[in-house]
């Protein structure tokens, strides 16, 4: 892999872990989550009129990531509001993503990895998982929650890169998924009985502006890195991400490093080195 996709996709996770930790530590990550996924479809709008749409081949990928990342979103804030800590939900999600992105990436499109790229996933995720393995059990509901969002992150990952190949701009189906996305959240989110949309967007004016910024550029960043390298090396570099979510829980969240979660971090680094060789 080129050094720049592999820096393309070290920064979509270190956006993507910043964004999260913002939700997390919200006083109410439900409203604080559909604060910044409707301010992102609200930035969309606009642009979308100078790009081009998603083809029609991609329609059904992009159709089908929007349901899972609906999924993966609600089931990250069950997790969070089951009492699952940051240092829980995002690492436990992070870790199954790539192992199941790995498996329907063979199955769907016969992408396989060579032997350095699944030692990369596998350890990228063996190190991911073990930043939760002291807390799963104290809470089994944020457990569960947080690999059913696993599950979903993985499906729209394999639908969000093969609806970017198929569309002739990458931009134009990252903003088009991140207003529906936006429309599809905001309505599920009144549903829900949350909080009115523009009072949440009040509420959490820094996430719904610079959240959703970052949000959209680790967006982005992933759907370019899926088309230029195989999906399932692009999903685990990205979630190499519980390293900065690490650094964000300790530092903002007064989450404690410990001896094992440093040696995690060790498993990670090289899972990502084996991955600049897949």
Same mark, same amino acid.
Request: hydrophobic share 60%.
């Given at each position: 892999m080129d050094g720049i996709v592999v820096a393309a996709a070290l920064l979509s996770a270190a956006l993507h872990a910043a964004w999260n930790a913002a939700v997390k530590a919200a006083p109410d990550p439900q409203a604080a989550m559909a604060a910044q996924v409707v301010a992102s479809g609200i930035i969309s709008v606009p642009v979308l009129l100078f790009l081009p749409p998603p083809s029609?081949?991609? &329609?059904?990928?992009l159709a089908a990531s929007?349901?899972?990342? &609906?999924? #993966?979103?609600? #089931?990250?804030v069950r997790g969070y509001t089951a009492g699952g800590g940051f240092g829980l939900v995002y690492p436990i999600t992070r870790a199954t993503s790539p192992l199941l992105v790995t498996l329907m990436a063979a199955i769907l499109f016969d992408e396989h990895l060579g032997p350095a790229g699944l030692a990369g996933v596998a350890l990228v995720s063996a190190g991911v998982a073990m930043f939760a393995a002291g807390d799963a059990r104290s809470h089994p509901a944020a457990l569960l929650a947080a690999l059913a969002a696993g599950a979903f992150s993985?499906?729209?990952?394999?639908?969000?890169?093969?609806?970017?190949?198929?569309?002739?701009s990458t931009l134009g189906y990252g903003f088009a998924m991140s207003a529906i996305n936006a429309a599809m959240f905001g309505t599920v989110h009144r549903l829900r009985g949350g909080i009115p949309l523009l009072r949440a967007l009040r509420r959490h004016v820094v996430l719904a502006s610079l959240g959703s910024s970052g949000a959209m550029v680790s967006y982005l960043l992933i759907l370019w890195v899926w088309s230029q390298a195989p999906v399932a090396v692009g999903a685990a570099l990205r979630d190499t991400s519980v390293v900065f979510g690490a650094v964000i829980a300790a530092v903002v969240l007064k989450e404690r490093v410990t001896p094992r979660r440093a040696f995690a971090i060790g498993l990670v680094a090289i899972g990502a080195a084996a991955l600049r060789f897949a």
């Open positions: 029609a081949e991609a &329609l059904p990928w929007t349901s899972f990342n &609906l999924l #993966a979103m609600l #089931a990250m993985a499906a729209y990952a394999v639908c969000d890169a093969q609806g970017a190949r198929l569309s002739p």
